[in-house]
Nanobody, 124 residues
Framework: QVQLVESGGRMVQAGGSLRLACTDS????????VGWFRQAPGKEREFVAC????????SYADSVKGRFTISRNNAESTVYLQMNSLKPEDTAVYYC?????????????????WGQGTQVTVSS
């Protein structure tokens, strides 16, 4: 059973950096692609980044490309989201999720297990 826990969210000034972590307590973490999504107040949840089971392929939303980096350490059952050059519009609750076994991509409908989220607030 996949159980995801996000951490690392906090308040930071614009231009700053944060690293979010998503850790799974189950034994099958490396079997799944993992994605990061975010939801700002009053907005739809949106895709941020994802990585394949082995971490060899990554994808990013245009809004974060060049600023955010997703990586994973399967030995530690953890996926990271390094966020640099943060902007106020990055303020949101950030969620990680594991994809259906057959899926890699940006569609949240095909992600099956979600963490509880971690709040990121970027002040101007």
């Amino acid at each position: 059973q996949v159980q995801l826990v996000e951490s690392g969210g906090r308040m930071v000034q614009a231009g700053g950096s944060l690293r979010l972590a998503c850790t799974d307590s189950g034994p099958t973490f490396s079997n799944y692609a993992v994605g990061w999504f975010r939801q700002a107040p009053g907005k739809e949840r949106e895709f941020v980044a994802c990585t394949t089971q082995g971490g060899g392929r990554t994808s990013y939303a245009d809004s974060v490309k060049g600023r955010f980096t997703i990586s994973r350490n399967n030995a530690e059952s953890t996926v990271y989201l390094q966020m640099n050059s943060l902007k106020p519009e990055d303020t949101a609750v950030y969620y990680c999720a594991t994809a259906a076994p057959w899926y890699y991509g940006t569609n949240s409908n095909y992600y099956e297990n979600w963490g509880q989220g971690t709040q990121v607030t970027v002040s101007s």
